[in-house]
């Protein structure tokens, strides 16, 4: 299983000159680690996954320090940064239990200890930055600020000693966290002297002592060169805009700074295909190739994009990919359906050198995903789910990175398109309030002068066969009761009175009815067809049952709920035993392999849920990475999120 693994990761892994050359390190280095035992394993393990959160990619590293845990479980080094990954993908629960492990084995003034107990103050920070004004969340920033304060006391190191100062300013105790920063700041400028080549850390350090004195053109100086210290080390920048944030909290933090800690842009790109042969009349002719590509390259340079969300259709999608690689920059495609039948539909038509273009592409790129793996069935809509992955992903990622994204399109503005187009992309970008950039096709048709079209007609894709059923994008809920199995007989009636009964009280209340419902034994299916409606009501069923005191209708105080959801293509149809409307397919059993490897108490969403709600940009959700973890009866890995309301710690 290991070997089949590390096969399929350098496989993937990016192998071109134009992707960027630490990320591939890191990858092809993993690829070749997996399996591998012993304490230079581990020190190996520990190295790349501290590598991939300096690069901004914390659940990479999370898969990696994963990885080295399952064959290292003791391991100092790994634990401290499988908690420090968990922590920056949201996952506190987990950076606590390995915090737990490792606190207790350190010596006090260690410099693991430091970090494992500042990180258990940031822990802490960020619980107490989520709750709202009261009881829980002062308890919090008490913790968070003694955590800080005994990392700083054992080693005198500036790093718990800096987030102190912020965060005693933070909470109200300004002479406190004034006298810190001051003390700070003398030491960091100490440590200058002495070095030739100062630490990224120092010189934020000394930013942020500077800006929490109110010496804010010291404190700008000193930000930019943490930036060109840290160069392409985003993971760390993106950290120092965080904090930034939590300043900009109780004091005015100008423009000026985030742009001194800029990190790479994050864009999403849509762009329309190359014409069909004989498209009358042009849209994109083969002769604008070189003008779109020219166009695509000064966008990118003039954005800065350095992570890059797209398809890969022949013409803007592949011209796109081909530029990003050029910049060295990182490149995450997704095909809306299985690879054959994309290269039929969306590539082949344009002849032998765009396929050959297209399997470039995908070669050099970071990461090639799939909306769904089945066949395209003439299922347009599949384009549109797949458009609503892309910008999800890319969400996801600027907020990992504190910043925003941008749509970039090659696009005709005059023309009207189906769901999932380009023009509609841009549209529903658009709705939401997010910048984009515009290359006007038509406008570069016009500055070609008189593009020559063959004539004919234009070439339709493949479309499904007559009568047959289309698949509508849904999200499919399971739920079941934790300890079901252990019920005695004389269990059933309180089972179907209160168990089942406040699941009923649930969806009566529920703000949007359910498409479908259904239950068998403690188990409970439901189907919704907007992703936030789902969410809403999977957060509201789990909330019933965590406040029901369970031993007063007769059932076990652990009485739990599991809830497991992914959203994907579906088939609606009549079911002919129920009767009834019903959903069919392999993405409903999906969905059902989720459930039963939730937590109990929890709710577990698929990647794809994940991105469509924050493509949906709804601000009463959250969802913390868990990793690719196997689903039930042998159904493979899934990446998996936990669901949580925004302002939950956990």
């Not at 987990?94 to 410099?111: G, I, Q, V």
Request: proline share 5%.
């Amino acid at each position: 299983m290991a070997k089949q693994r590390a096969s399929k990761r350098r496989a993937s892994k990016p192998r071109g000159p134009g992707e960027a050359p630490d990320l591939r390190t890191v990858l092809a280095a993993w690829a070749d680690l997996a399996g591998g035992d012993g304490e230079v394993a581990a020190e190996r393990y520990a190295e790349l996954g501290g590598r991939a959160l300096a690069l901004g990619h914390a659940p990479l590293a999370y898969e990696i320090l994963r990885h080295g845990l399952a064959t290292h479980a003791e391991h100092p080094r790994l634990l401290y940064l499988a908690a420090l990954a968990s922590a920056k993908t949201g996952s506190y629960a987990a950076a606590a239990d390995c915090l737990r492990t490792l606190l207790p084995r350190l010596k006090p003034r260690s410099s693991l200890y430091v970090e494992a107990k500042s990180l258990e103050g940031r822990i802490a920070k960020d619980r107490w930055a989520r709750l709202p004004a009261g009881r829980e969340r002062d308890a919090a920033g008490d913790t968070a600020v003694n955590a800080y304060e005994a990392a700083y006391q054992a080693s005198r190191s500036y790093f718990p000693g800096i987030n102190a100062a912020t965060l005693n300013v933070l909470l109200g105790r300004g002479s406190r966290g004034r006298a810190l920063a001051e003390a700070m700041r003398d030491q960091c400028l100490k440590a200058l002297s002495k070095s030739r080549a100062p630490d990224p850390w120092l010189l934020a350090t000394l930013g942020e002592a500077c800006l929490l004195l109110d010496a804010r053109a010291d404190a700008l100086r000193w930000y930019r060169r943490a930036a060109r210290a840290a160069k392409r080390r985003i993971g760390d920048i993106a950290t120092m805009r965080r904090q930034l944030k939590l300043i900009s909290t109780v004091q005015p933090v100008g423009r000026e700074f985030y742009a001194a800690l800029k990190v790479p842009t994050v864009a999403v790109f849509t762009g329309h295909m190359l014409d069909h042969p004989g498209r009358l009349p042009p849209r994109f002719p083969p002769q604008l190739e070189a003008a779109v590509a020219k166009a695509i390259r000064t966008e990118l340079a003039a954005s800065d994009v350095g992570i890059g969300y797209c398809s890969a259709a022949c013409g803007a999608d592949i011209l796109f990919i081909e530029e990003m690689q050029r910049r060295g920059a990182e490149v995450h495609v997704t095909l809306p359906f299985n690879r054959e039948d994309f290269l039929a539909t969306s590539v082949a038509f344009a002849g032998p050198g765009w396929m050959r273009r297209f399997e470039r592409a995908l070669e050099r790129a970071t990461r090639v995903t799939y909306g769904v793996r089945e066949r395209y069935l003439g299922d347009d809509m599949l384009f549109q789910y797949t458009a609503a992955l892309t910008q999800g992903n890319a969400l996801l990622r600027a907020q990992q990175l504190e910043t925003e994204a941008l749509l970039i399109a090659v696009a005709d503005p005059g023309e009207a398109e189906p769901p999932g187009g380009t023009r509609s992309t841009l549209a529903s970008w658009d709705r939401v309030g997010l910048p984009a950039r515009l290359i006007d096709l038509g406008a570069i048709r016009a500055a070609g002068g008189g593009v020559a079209s063959a004539s004919g007609r234009t070439a339709a894709p493949e479309t499904a066969a007559a009568g047959s059923a289309q698949r509508r994008i849904r999200t499919m809920l399971f739920a079941d009761m934790v300890g079901f199995s252990k019920l005695q007989e004389e269990d059933t009636p309180a089972f179907l009175v209160n168990f089942l009964g406040e699941i009923a009280r649930v969806v009566r209340g529920s703000r949007v009815a359910p498409l479908f419902l259904n239950t068998w034994g403690d188990g409970l299916f439901l189907v919704f067809e907007d992703v936030p409606d789902a969410a809403d009501f999977a957060l509201k069923l789990r909330d019933a049952v965590r406040r029901t005191r369970w031993t007063d209708h007769g059932l076990p105080a652990e009485t739990s709920i599991r809830i497991g959801m992914h959203t994907g293509p579906v088939f609606p149809a009549v079911d002919p035993i129920l009767q009834r409307d019903n959903f069919f397919g392999s993405h409903v059993n999906r969905a059902a392999r989720i459930e039963p490897v939730t937590a109990p108490g929890a709710v577990y969403v698929s990647e794809q849920t994940a991105a469509l709600l924050a493509a949906a940009r709804s601000t009463a959700f959250a969802c913390d990475y868990l990793g690719s973890l196997p689903l039930a009866k042998h159904f493979g890995e899934s990446v998996l999120y936990r669901l949580r309301r925004a302002q939950e710690s956990e």
